[in-house]
T-cell receptor, first 110, second 113 residues
Framework: KQEVTQIPAALSVPEGENLVLNCSFTDSAIYNLQWFRQDPGKGLTSLLLIQSSQREQTSGRLNASLDKSSGRSTLYIAASQPGDSATYLCAVRDWGKLQFGAGTQVVVTP | DGGITQSPKYLFRKEGQNVTLSCEQNLNHDAMYWYRQDPGQGLRLIYYSQIVNDFQKGDIAEGYSVSREKKESFPLTVTSAQKNPTAFYLC????????????FGPGTRLTVL
């Protein structure tokens, strides 16, 4: 059974620092991996999707890498801003279903 | 304006009552999903549907039921058999393929009194 882990559960950084968020999964037979952002009491917003054949995806200040062999993905957010404060969840897709991690809650202080 | 709508935003239910959560999408997506989110936990899949008139159980289907009579609608009923229904419920949709991004609605927070 696929297990997805995100460590740490919470993270606080000063504005301007780069954010590094980690996601690990136990079964490397995945279709893709997706990173989401969730604001308190809201739904999820898709940030990046990396197909299993890809090594990374970039969108603006966001960059996500995927290493299937080691079961890891990392989301980098450059030059963090207070508006980046949210919970970030990763999810892997296998056998047609998404398996989610519990998320990393990020606070960016001005 | 395309997207996924869920209603109501907040829902209160007395123990022993069934309640239905609405999910509608106008993205012309074939697949729709229901997830449950509890504090400090990731999302867990309740039910999903790849096409109209067909749906499959997810990881935690006990105490829930769904229907998919129309492509754009996928209502979830929380029955009295669900032992701990208080949670945040999220609906999502995607094109049918396994490689496709899932798009989420704003969620419904259900509280059992």
């Amino acid at each position: 059974k696929q297990e997805v882990t995100q460590i740490p559960a919470a993270l606080s950084v000063p504005e301007g620092e780069n954010l590094v968020l980690n996601c690990s999964f136990t079964d490397s037979a995945i279709y893709n991996l997706q990173w989401f952002r969730q604001d308190p009491g809201k739904g999820l917003t898709s940030l990046l999707l990396i197909q299993s054949s890809q090594r990374e995806q970039t969108s603006g200040r966001l960059n996500a890498s995927l290493d299937k062999s080691s079961g890891r993905s990392t989301l980098y957010i450059a030059a963090s801003q207070p508006g980046d404060s949210a919970t970030y969840l990763c999810a892997v897709r296998d056998w047609g279903k998404l398996q989610f991690g519990a998320g990393t809650q990020v606070v960016v202080t001005p | 304006d395309g997207g996924i709508t869920q209603s109501p935003k907040y829902l209160f239910r007395k123990e022993g009552q069934n309640v239905t959560l609405s999910c509608e999408q106008n993205l012309n997506h074939d697949a729709m999903y229901w997830y449950r989110q509890d504090p400090g936990q990731g999302l867990r899949l309740i039910y999903y549907s790849q096409i109209v008139n067909d749906f499959q159980k997810g990881d935690i289907a006990e105490g829930y039921s769904v229907s998919r009579e129309k492509k754009e609608s996928f209502p979830l009923t929380v029955t009295s058999a669900q032992k701990n229904p208080t949670a945040f419920y999220l609906c999502a949709s995607s094109l049918a393929g396994a490689a496709d991004t899932q798009y989420f609605g704003p969620g419904t927070r259900l509280t059992v009194l």
